[in-house]
């Protein structure tokens, strides 16, 4: 299969292209000089004779800026203008499958229950972006909409805090790539990527829950998200490794 991979250069793009190659994929990456990710024509041009593409471009803020809603702008920008685009160049080159990053924290608060595909979404601030993106990616026949928990591991950078107590869905970077690889071959639809794991297991700061009231960025990572994998495993016989 010959896969256009977007964002090649990333944490997950760079964890992508080699396990694509090793399961004997010709892979094209998209060259930003040449190539908008917002420009459908050019998209088009680059992608025409591919079977699939991964788009798995993001523009996540690290600094402490990121509870601010600005700094997340660009990324929001990425995630629904950038993904609507590759849709519509998909469809002009013929690209019969598409693959599309997202994440698992839209989920509402589910307290311990298992959080399957199905479950409730409470998309606010930054995380409604993947919503939109989901809905674009979604509109294609080989659309594939992977919610992905928090990276942990590899070159990904743990954030500083969580908030509250409950569950997380968690994935290493390497995982996540396996997933965006697995499902190539799965049926179209929505899959989760990742492993529940106590916030108090993961090593990480905590603050109050109470803080949630104060910013969209806190409210979300103060949810209780028992998310699992069990339709990714089913399809694909995808696992993590990590």
């Not at 997340?72 to 990053?101: D, F, K, Y």
């Not at 990904?156 to 390497?174: F, I, K, R, T, Y």
């Not at 899959?191 to 009231?213: E, M, Q, S």
Request: charged letters at 20%; glycine letters at 12%.
């Amino acid at each position: 299969m010959k896969v256009f991979v977007i964002g090649a250069t990333g944490v997950l793009g760079r964890e992508a292209v080699p396990l694509l190659r090793a399961a004997g994929h010709e892979v094209g990456v998209l060259d930003r000089r040449t190539t908008s990710l917002f420009d459908a024509g050019q998209l088009a041009a680059a992608m025409t004779g591919c079977d699939a593409v991964i788009n798995l471009a993001t523009r996540i803020p690290l600094s402490a800026k990121a509870v601010l809603a600005s700094a997340w702008a660009e990324n929001n920008r990425i995630r629904t203008l950038g993904s609507a685009a590759v849709v519509e160049a998909a469809r002009q080159a013929g690209v019969g499958r598409i693959v599309q990053e997202g994440i698992s924290f839209v989920y509402a608060d589910g307290g311990d229950r298992e959080l399957d595909e199905d479950a409730p979404l409470a998309p606010v601030g930054h995380v409604a972006s993947s919503v939109q993106a989901q809905h674009n990616v979604l509109a294609h026949p080989g659309g594939v909409f992977l919610r992905m928990g928090l990276l942990l591991g590899g070159e990904a950078q743990s954030p500083p805090v969580l908030v509250g107590d409950g569950w997380m869905n968690v994935v290493h970077p390497g995982d996540a790539a396996a997933a965006a690889v697995a499902v190539l071959d799965a049926p179209p639809g929505i899959y989760n990527v990742g492993t529940p794991v106590r916030k108090r297991d993961l090593g990480i700061t905590r603050l109050p829950a109470v803080l949630g009231r104060f910013a969209a960025s806190f409210e979300v990572f103060s949810r209780s998200q028992r998310v699992v994998s069990t339709k990714l495993t089913e399809a694909t016989g995808w696992r993590p490794r990590r």
